[in-house]
């Protein structure tokens, strides 16, 4: 039901909330430059700057009765009695803000501030990357955010943890000092939208109070950016892109660099074949011979793509031997696949979860030579193989003019083949790095599985994250579980080790770990809260950073929180939107589909244009009511794409590169 915000909040400080005390008082706080009026009872607020109106900058929250209110000009503390416990609230105005200090004797959801707006008024929301600038009364805009992001985690889906409403004259601009137990209200009130948190006290955090400021200001779009810098700045916890640069010098090559993910899937590409019809002649003798490599490959080669490869082998035989180009695709897509088949990585990995990187690179350079040796002049010299990794790519990066780059590797296994295009990327001044993950766990027996996710058994079982009601919370996409970063930090420190020495990266890329997404932990022994949680993550974004490794990091979106501990990130510029619609994946219509993960060497997701739904196009893609707020206040190298390769995207304006 729609309600007239305005209306509700002016009927409560004059007639009374119900229920509403009859001591209770209207505490007025004044400093030099504004005053903010509170009903102790309700909590409901209203401010002004010194000479001006007075405005409400939140509703009334609660029906409870003050006790033992205590004040001076500035600052206030009472509590408030309610059905069924009691909130202490300490508030504190200095210069043009008030600052309010919460704390619960009960498990409760506390719905405040909850701040509406006038017609006129516009909201400044860092929603969906860089921020919306819209109107208030956008119908819209208030059927988006009530459908879509109503209730969503604060922390994840705020970039920054504030919000701004301007009006005529100036702005009031809330912020968060820790949404982590916050989620987003977003009430579709008449005459305009209402923009709220929700906070929620539960037993692991009941300790911790909980804390909002709300500043008075300048109409200004992107002034709630300026004041959460101010805010940094004067906690010592403000890192700028240049301070950064002097740590660690490689993240100045950041600087006009494109982001571009190098798809891969095997040591060869089509091209590594320099004599088709002598290579697939050879390959139909050779396999005829048991314990040869061909035949090895043949027998380990998956059922479903020996037609294509019997086909080739026609061709090869035919009058002019051409082998067509789908056929070549496909035989070095079958090789590939059958290699790993027939010459597996060892079992007895160094690291949990079938992983040993540099033992992982010898093998891999085994395998170049006995494909080498097997096929005798048919092959490039095994150096320059490689589809999306490999010195092709490089040269055609060269001839495209682009000096400076970040490469990514989708996954690091498709890297240790290929070392001499890693020392050749960086030789020519760019950045590569891996792709790696440590957010979600999969069982080792699991039939639907990715590297990253394997992590060993004890720590799937032992690591997961133990929601309330003692489930375990389910992984990425329904699939395993997710894992308590500080249960899988000795893990993840010693495979990111292993991984970036593996081919000597200079780079690397954790995903999920800058996004937000945090859980609280009711293990028996291990209870973890959202806070704790996130400085687990922190110390895993350092440890890339830092001394021993000293690697330029990036990660997924990049809400504020992490920016000190990142230096560039994917998902802020470029917003995901396919979980908007569920035409673009959960329930996919062929007018909007993403696509699928294949083929592998350009699966369609990335390499193919989707048309975004009309719900996209207005919240994501609308030029208008962008406004740049992160660029403000970030110490980080927020870099336009120039590639559809980013999972996190689907902005998939691409440039395909080909050797």
């Not at 405005?55 to 500035?74: C, F, H, M, W, Y």
């Not at 692991?204 to 002034?223: E, F, H, K, W």
């Not at 003798?285 to 043949?298: D, N, P």
Request: glycine share 8%; aromatic share 10%.
């Amino acid at each position: 039901m729609k309600t007239n915000a305005y209306l509700l909040s002016s009927l409560v400080f004059c007639m009374g909330f119900p229920g509403h005390s009859a001591l209770a008082e209207q505490v007025t706080l004044q400093t030099g430059a504004a005053t903010f009026d509170v009903d102790t009872d309700t909590l409901a607020v209203s401010a002004a700057l010194i000479g001006a109106e007075q405005e409400v900058i939140a509703l009334p929250a609660v029906a409870g009765e003050t006790q033992g209110l205590v004040r001076d000009r500035s600052a206030a503390k009472w509590q408030i009695d309610i059905d069924g416990g009691q909130f202490s609230i300490v508030a504190r105005a200095i210069g043009e803000r008030v600052t309010f200090e919460i704390a619960s004797d009960h498990l409760t959801d506390l719905a405040w501030p909850q701040v509406p707006a006038r017609p006129s008024d516009e909201w400044a929301l860092p929603i969906l990357g860089e921020g919306r600038l819209f109107e208030a009364r956008d119908q819209n805009w208030r059927t988006f955010l009530v459908d879509v992001l109503d209730g969503g985690a604060a922390g994840e889906q705020f970039s920054q943890p504030f919000w701004t409403r301007l009006d005529a004259e100036g702005s009031v601009t809330w912020r968060m000092n820790s949404p982590w137990d916050a989620r987003l209200s977003f009430l579709d009130t008449e005459p305009a939208l209402t923009v709220g948190i929700v906070q929620q006290f539960t037993s692991l955090n009941l300790d911790q109070p909980y804390r909002m400021t709300a500043q008075l200001g300048s109409r200004d779009p992107v002034i709630g950016a300026r004041l959460y810098r101010t805010h940094l700045e004067e906690a010592g916890a403000f890192r700028s892109l240049n301070d950064k640069i002097t740590a660690r010098p490689d993240v100045a090559l950041l600087a006009g660099a494109p982001h571009i993910y190098l798809w891969s899937d095997g040591l060869l590409a089509p091209q590594d074949i320099t004599a088709w019809r002598r290579f697939m002649r050879q390959f139909a003798r050779k396999r005829e011979t048991a314990m040869t490599l061909s035949a090895q490959l043949w027998e380990a080669m998956p059922d479903d793509m020996r037609a294509d490869f019997e086909a080739a082998i026609r061709e090869a035989k035919g009058a002019d031997g051409f082998v067509s180009r789908y056929s070549r695709t496909h035989v070095t897509r079958a090789i590939n696949a059958a290699l790993l088949r027939a010459r597996p990585f060892p079992t007895d990995t160094a690291l949990a979860g079938g992983h040993d990187p540099v033992e992982e690179r010898a093998h891999m350079m085994e395998l170049r030579s006995d494909l080498f040796e097997e096929f005798e002049g048919t092959l490039a010299s095994p150096e320059t193989w490689g589809g999306g990794i490999g010195l092709r790519m490089l040269e055609a990066l060269a001839e495209a003019g682009i000096s400076a780059a970040w490469l990514g590797v989708e996954n690091w296994r498709h890297a240790v083949g290929h070392p001499e295009a890693v020392a050749e990327a960086k030789a020519r001044g760019y950045l590569i790095g891996p792709y790696d993950s440590y957010a979600s766990a999969h069982s080792e027996g699991a039939q639907q599985t990715w590297p990253t996710a394997q992590m060993g058994d004890t720590l799937f079982e032992h690591a997961r994250v133990i929601g309330p009601d003692g489930s375990a919370r389910s992984g990425f996409r329904g699939i395993g579980a997710y894992v308590n970063p500080s249960a899988v930090a000795d893990y993840a420190k010693s495979r990111i080790t292993a991984v970036s020495e593996s081919v000597d990266f200079n780079s690397y890329f954790l995903d999920v770990d800058a996004t937000g997404l945090l859980f609280e932990d009711y293990t028996a022994g291990r209870q973890t809260t959202r806070a704790a949680a996130l400085e687990a993550v922190k110390q895993r974004l350092d440890f890339v950073t830092q001394d021993l490794l000293s690697l330029v990091l990036g990660s997924e979106v990049g809400v504020a929180a992490f920016a000190p501990h990142i230096d560039f990130a994917h998902g802020v510029t470029t917003p995901a939107f396919d979980w908007m619609d569920p035409r673009m994946r959960r329930d996919p219509d062929p007018a909007y589909d993403v696509g699928g993960y294949w083929p592998p060497e350009a699966p369609v997701r990335f390499f193919e244009p989707t048309p975004p739904p009309p719900i996209c196009v207005r919240s994501c893609l609308t030029p208008p009511t962008v406004f740049r707020c992160i660029r403000s206040h970030l110490g980080t190298a927020w870099l336009r794409h120039i590639t559809g390769i980013s999972a996190l995207s689907n902005r998939k304006v691409s440039v395909r590169i080909t050797s």
